[in-house]
């Protein structure tokens, strides 16, 4: 079965700081990553996937394989970052379009 | 601007009562997720269909939810009777299955259920 951890519920970081949201994932097929955004009280969004290989409003985030991981990353926080972030997983194989997410990411970013 | 929108926004009801949400999923699409959001267990997946067939529905409390596609257009999801428990945000998405293109969200529909 697959399976997305995110680790923090919370990460609150001050504005210009690093930033890093964890996500790992279980999964014994070739998988699609994903991190989606909710800014408040709206849909989610996707933020960015894996096989783009892009960097989006600053936020960056490497499939790595060995350690089944795909965190996200900016190096300078800004306020407009604080949202929730959800890493999600999908089954890239014939069959399946099935996105399992994490329970999320709350980022709040202080000015 | 393509969306998937559903209706209501918002839906405070009494225990016991039917809730039913709506899903317009976007033309040409031919798969529609449904998704509770939650506090405490984050997105959880209730219902996925393809071309209006159900695929899976094992996240759905199967004694008091259902969920259909009745024609393309349009996805319902009913509860009955509603619990305070079910009160969370329901999302509904779509995307197609077969051109790489990711899930696009409705703005969902938060439910009280007091």
């Known amino acids: 079965a697959q399976r997305v951890t995110q680790p923090e519920k919370l990460l609150s970081v001050f504005k210009g700081a690093p930033v890093e949201l964890k996500c790992n994932y279980s999964?014994?097929?070739?998988?699609?990553l994903f991190w989606y955004v909710q800014y408040s009280r709206q849909r989610l969004q996707l933020l960015l996937r894996?096989?783009s290989r892009e960097s989006i409003k600053g936020f960056t985030a490497d499939l790595n394989k060995g350690e089944t991981s795909f965190h996200l990353k900016k190096p300078f926080a800004q306020e407009e970052d604080s949202a929730m972030y959800y890493c999600?997983?999908?089954?890239?194989?014939?069959?399946?379009?099935?996105?399992?997410f994490g329970k999320g990411t709350k980022l709040s970013v202080i000015p | 601007d393509a969306r998937v929108t559903q209706t209501p926004r918002h839906k405070v009801t009494e225990m016991g009562q039917e809730v039913t949400m709506r899903c317009q999923p976007i033309?040409?699409?031919?798969?529609v997720f449904w998704y509770r959001q939650t506090m405490m267990q984050g997105l959880e997946l209730l219902a996925y269909?393809?071309?209006?067939?159900?695929?899976?529905d094992s996240g759905m409390p199967k004694d008091r939810f259902s969920a259909e596609m009745p024609d393309a257009t349009l996805a319902t999801l009913k509860i009955q009777p509603s619990e305070p428990r079910d009160s969370a945000v329901y999302f509904c998405?779509?995307?197609?299955?077969?051109?790489?293109?990711?899930?696009?969200f409705g703005q969902g529909t938060r439910l009280t259920v007091v």
């Open positions: 998405a779509s995307g197609f299955q077969g051109r790489n293109t990711e899930a696009f």
């Open positions: 999964y014994s097929g070739s998988p699609e």
């Open positions: 894996h096989i």
């Open positions: 999600a997983l999908r089954d890239s194989g014939a069959g399946s379009y099935q996105l399992t």
């Open positions: 033309l040409g699409h031919n798969t």
């Open positions: 269909f393809r071309n209006r067939a159900p695929l899976d």
